[in-house]
């Protein structure tokens, strides 16, 4: 069983930069893949971007290729997205997540069995 909450959220304007964190519960974090995915109003949830459960393997949507970093501390259970260059279009709530234990990350939401609740990004234009 994972726990995760998110943070980092807000209001920032276009061209701004925002970095969320993702604090996981228990000991096994690192056999973990994790992903972030978004949903804005009336749209499905979709995928930014995942990373490896060591780190080194990253994904990314490619709508946000080269402005977004995900990334991973083990030791302190945390995954972050650093964002950049932020647009009005990401505004949505911005969700970590896991797969099971030992599975490689995923664009799919269906293939990520934990979530967190989510923390609103709002870019103004």
């Known amino acids: 069983q994972v726990q995760l909450v998110e943070s980092g959220g807000g209001l920032v304007q276009a061209g701004g930069s925002l970095r969320l964190s993702c604090a996981a519960s228990g000991r096994t974090f690192s056999t973990y893949a994790m992903g972030w995915f978004r949903q804005a109003p009336g749209k499905e949830r979709e995928f930014v971007a995942a990373s490896s459960w060591s780190g080194r393997t990253t994904y990314y949507a490619d709508s946000v290729k080269g402005r977004f970093t995900i990334s991973r501390d083990n030791a302190k259970n945390t995954v972050y997205l650093q964002m950049n260059s932020l647009k009005p279009e990401d505004t949505a709530v911005y969700y970590c997540?896991?797969?099971?234990?030992?599975?490689?990350?995923?664009?799919?939401?269906?293939?990520?069995?934990?979530w967190g609740q989510g923390t609103q990004v709002t870019v103004s234009s």
């Open positions: 997540a896991a797969p099971p234990a030992y599975r490689s990350g995923s664009p799919s939401p269906g293939e990520y069995d934990y």
